[in-house]
């Protein structure tokens, strides 16, 4: 019982994704036509041959006609030359469709996760997210360009070859199809087997682009530590799962395979004994006898391509599998229908019994509310792990509050345009991000068609002609993956330029200095006074030098808002924030 509901379950599966398939053709249908006749001249011109080949036999020869020998030849060279083009049209077609669909399909994962939260990520890993986006698409394409058409050719080219074999000889036709309930079994038998193998294997290849991909970004920490060695053995553990996992599809593929032809032999096997036997008794002419034969061949050659279109399939399922573990991925932040359009925002900020936690864990932020009114200069400050940075997400909406509300100029964030917000919200991070670009596409990014004149401007007000001055290539020059060329305080400056080039009504610096040494540091602080002037400025930060000219200054402490007040006045109180300060100035820290 629990065998055939096993069995029914593999169908459903089978139906299911056989029926994605034809979605994803969907749109090129006009290109499916043009195969599927290209496919059916390609294939009646293949099944003209064994008839010539009895022509040949029976007629010409057996008869001595040579006068008819030479056109013979002529009319099969044609038929060949004929067959050759529709098979190359065909292939080309096959091409066309399969990449098409593999670009339908990565536009379609690489849209999805653009919206997906960022604990997808960091739980998956980018080697096997790239592994699903690159490797099992490209089974797809593979096999959806070519799967549904197969199985119609070769399901149509069978029963041809079924009825062409009956007018030659019915007796012959019976015998030829012995062995066709036994391809079924035998279909039914590894379906099952081979799906689970192809996804196993594709998760094994999944594991060895994330530990390649994990390995060269941190190949510097690798060589620090004298790694090598254990890495190069994780590394050739993880491709000899690999490997196994692979030689075992293989070997249940070609086991399939060859199972098939053992199968198909028994057929073949009887024809030669029957068919032998008439020939003999002079029941049956020789050219039947050899044309019977050859469509013998070709009849395996259909049921042989299913059997690889079932394995295909398998892969298919697998991929498909693998695929949705992304698509049924939720964003956790969505747009309204509706949004509400926000043009020149003023900056005012609310937080309003905002609680937070990720993952529905402990509260980060427990009913904090605060209020900054446009053009006011405010920072965050407090330990590690207090909130600053959940403050900053939630005002550019990475996340969503569990409770309470994040408001600007009014209206509740949740009901903006995304573009909109995050447009009037600019957020320079402490972990900067540079494309593997130039220093002007870099600072670019932060808003796509600005002109040469406001790039030049950002980079200068930001610093960074500091030290491109000194480049031979200046903003040209290129930063390397990650911004691996420059310096750490080089790439904040950077970022500081694309967040300058944005205009923002609201900037927002989360630990924005960290990475500049004191000196660095107070250069850049007149650099920020300007870019701060007349925009609403949230500065979050450790480093309490870096926000003492705050107009005000919020103190997290355990999720909510402990202290608040300027600079002076809660040195005054000898609070949290006077401990924090004192904490950092016997560990040197400047503290003007």
């Known amino acids: ?24 053709l969907a749109p090129y249908k006009r290109k499916q036509v043009q195969t599927l006749l290209s496919m059916v001249a390609a294939v009646v011109l293949s099944l003209l041959l064994p008839l010539i080949l009895r022509f040949l036999i029976d007629d010409v020869i057996g008869k001595k006609q040579g006068r008819l020998l030479l056109p013979l030849v002529g009319f099969t060279l044609a038929v060949f030359i004929a067959a050759s083009f529709f098979n190359f049209f065909t292939s080309y077609l096959f091409s066309l ?55 119609f050719v070769q399901s149509a080219t069978l029963l041809a070859i079924f009825v062409i074999m009956a007018v030659l000889n019915w007796r012959l036709a019976v015998i030829a199809s012995v062995a066709i309930p036994l391809y079924i079994v035998l279909i039914r038998f590894f379906n099952k087997r081979l799906r689970r193998t192809s996804y196993i294997t594709m998760v094994k290849h999944a594991e060895v682009s994330a530990s390649l991909q994990e390995t060269l970004s941190g190949v510097k920490e690798i060589r620090s530590f004298n790694r090598e060695r254990s890495e190069i053995r994780k590394f050739t553990g993880k491709l000899a799962d690999f490997m196994f996992a692979r030689v075992w599809l293989a070997v249940l593929s070609n086991a399939a395979i060859q199972i098939g032809f053992v199968v198909s032999s028994l057929s073949t096997l009887l024809i030669i004994w029957y068919g032998g036997a008439s020939v003999l008794q002079g029941t049956l002419s020789m050219g039947t006898l050899i044309a019977f034969w050859a469509y013998l061949g070709q009849l395996y050659g259909p049921i042989n391509k299913l059997m690889s279109v079932n394995v295909q399939l398998q892969d298919a399922a697998a991929a498909f599998t693998r695929i949705d573990e992304i698509f049924s991925a939720q964003p956790t932040v969505t747009e309204k229908e509706g949004a509400r359009a926000l043009e020149g925002a003023g900056g005012r900020v609310e937080f309003s019994g905002v609680t937070f936690s990720y993952g529905g864990g402990r509260p980060v932020l427990s009913h904090i509310s605060f209020a900054i009114s446009p053009g006011e200069r405010v920072a965050i400050v407090g330990r590690s792990g207090c909130g600053k940075t959940t403050v900053a997400s939630l005002l550019v909406r990475f996340y969503d509050p569990d409770q309470g509300a994040v408001v600007l100029d009014g209206l509740d964030v949740r009901d903006l345009r995304l573009a909109d917000l995050r447009r009037s919200v600019a957020l320079v991070s402490q972990d900067t991000f540079l494309f593997n670009a130039s220093i002007r596409d870099n600072i670019e990014f932060g808003r796509e068609g600005a002109s040469e004149a406001e790039i030049e401007d950002a980079a200068r007000i930001a610093g960074v002609v500091d030290f491109t001055s000194e480049l031979p290539e200046g903003l040209a020059s290129q930063v390397g993956e990650r911004g691996v060329c420059l310096s750490g305080g080089e790439r904040q400056r950077i970022a500081l330029a694309r967040a300058i080039l944005r205009n923002p009504a609201v900037l927002v610096l989360d630990e924005a200095t960290s990475q500049l040494d004191s000196r660095a540091e107070r250069q850049l602080r007149a650099t920020l006074e300007r870019v701060m002037q007349g925009r609403t400025s949230i500065m979050i930060a450790h480093r309490l030098s870096t926000v003492s000219g705050a107009e005000r200054i919020l103190v997290l402490e355990g999720g909510t808002i402990a202290e608040e007040g300027t600079h002076q006045s809660l040195m005054e109180e000898r609070g949290i924030y006077y401990s924090l300060y004192e904490e950092q100035a016997r560990l040197h820290e400047p503290a003007e």
């Open 97 to 151: 469709m399969g990449q098409g669909i593999v670009r339908d399909v990565r536009r379609a994962l690489f849209a999805h996760m653009m919206r997906l939260p960022f604990g997808f990520f960091s739980g998956q890993g980018t080697g096997r997210i790239m592994s699903r986006v690159l490797n099992d698409v490209a089974t797809i394409g593979a096999v959806v360009s070519t799967i549904v058409l197969d199985i």
């Open 1 to 24: 019982m629990r065998d055939r509901s096993g069995a029914d379950r593999d169908d459903v599966t089978t139906r299911a994704n056989i029926g994605r398939i034809f979605r994803l």
